[in-house]
């Protein structure tokens, strides 16, 4: 398929209704060209479907009671960090680097992209917001496909991006061409032993192998009789490192120390192997199953959809991560229809 090909295709297989289809085909097949993404109708009806679901193709769609939850946000964080409320609102009364001052700034935000730009000002230039803060912009995710700003600074440690930055590897994610190129890595760019894009679909909500951990964590529940939610999370986390404190998944594998012929601190050692496609050809992960396969009728299921119940300030209603990945792929689903014959 030559990359005309490909846009044409890209183009036709877009929802009704979008802007400036030629722009969005030309962002889409080029992420999937750098990422070698195959373009196909199923890998670009993936694509399609997740922006759809997560921003209707809006590359920064407006959000209602923004600046409430902006508010709702810097309350809970300056409680947190024990700064005195007087000291806090008079320093948000000062002007910020465009003139009106950083309370008017997020009155009067309408969409993530501009607020994060109001959180990155505050940091940049008040001292006491940056020490609560700790500088993390509490906008985290962005872009068409809602993709976090924390994947896209560790992807480009491990892969070049294809575009210049100009400003800030953030202000990327915003942009149509950086958020559609970090989403599309986030969804495709790990290797995967599914055999349905459903549970990449779940990765997408709920981190990467959450789909391959939770089926583990089920046939973990299994084998011991131990009740486990099925999360995707083997080991717990501090500050973005392996916690000292088993995690309920690792008590529960700890329970079959003798019937897996392993000690815990090698069941901790594959545990933390559980971000990678690594950890299916752990010791830890054989045994396991082979146990679990044993016991059923049938071989246990190597991937399930995590049941875990989505929580943002944006989610207005209870809404899980298996119920976006059956959305998404209905949406998919719809899109294949489109598909030229």
């Given at each position: 398929m ?7 295709l ?14 969005w ?7 999937m ?18 922006t ?12 209602p ?19 005195p ?9 000062l002007?910020?680097?465009?003139g ?12 993530e ?9 505050l940091?940049?230039?008040v001292p ?12 985290r ?13 560790l ?11 100009t ?9 149509r061409r ?6 599309i890595a ?18 997408y ?7 391959r ?15 486990l939610?099925l ?8 500050r973005?490192?392996?916690?000292k404190?088993?995690s ?12 897996l ?14 971000d990678?496609i ?24 190597r991937?399930?959809l995590?049941?875990?119940v ?21 949406r998919?689903?719809?899109c294949?229809a489109?598909?030229?014959?």
């Open positions: 030559t990359p005309s090909e490909g846009r044409t890209v183009g036709a297989l877009l929802p009704k209704g979008v802007d400036d289809r030629a722009g085909a030309t962002d889409i097949y080029a992420a060209a750098s990422l070698q993404v195959p373009p196909r109708p199923d890998t670009i009806c993936a694509i399609v479907a997740i759809e679901q997560e921003t209707g193709f809006h590359t920064d769609p407006v959000i009671n923004l600046s409430a939850i902006a508010w709702k946000e810097i309350e809970r964080q300056r409680e947190r960090a024990g700064v409320k007087l000291a806090l609102y008079a320093a948000l009364k002007p910020s680097s465009d009106r001052s950083y309370e008017a700034r997020i009155e009067a935000a309408e969409t992209w501009q607020l994060s730009e109001v959180y990155e000002d940091i940049g230039r006491l917001v940056k020490s609560f803060l700790e500088d993390r912009n509490p906008v995710t962005g872009g068409p496909m809602q993709v976090s700003v924390a994947f896209a600074k992807h480009v440690e491990a892969r070049h991006y294809p575009y210049p930055v400003e800030s590897l953030r202000h990327e994610v915003f942009t950086g958020g559609m190129y970090f989403g986030h969804l495709f760019d790990y290797p995967v032993s599914y055999d349905s894009l459903v549970y990449r679909f779940a990765d909500n709920a981190g990467h192998y959450a789909s951990n939770a089926a583990f964590q089920k046939a973990v529940a299994e084998a011991s009789g131990i009740a939610d999360d995707g999370d083997l080991v717990r986390f501090e973005g490192k392996p916690a404190e088993a309920s998944t690792e008590r529960a594998v700890r329970s079959l120390g003798k019937r012929d392993m000690g815990d601190e090698a069941i901790r050692h594959d545990l933390e192997l559980g990678s690594a950890f299916e050809k752990s010791t830890l992960y054989t045994r396991l199953y082979e146990i679990a396969d044993r016991a059923g009728a049938r071989p246990a299921p991937a399930v995590p049941q875990i989505l929580q943002s300030s944006k989610i207005t209603r209870k809404l899980t991560t298996d119920w976006f990945a059956r959305r998404v792929a209905e998919q689903r719809a294949l489109r598909a030229p014959r």
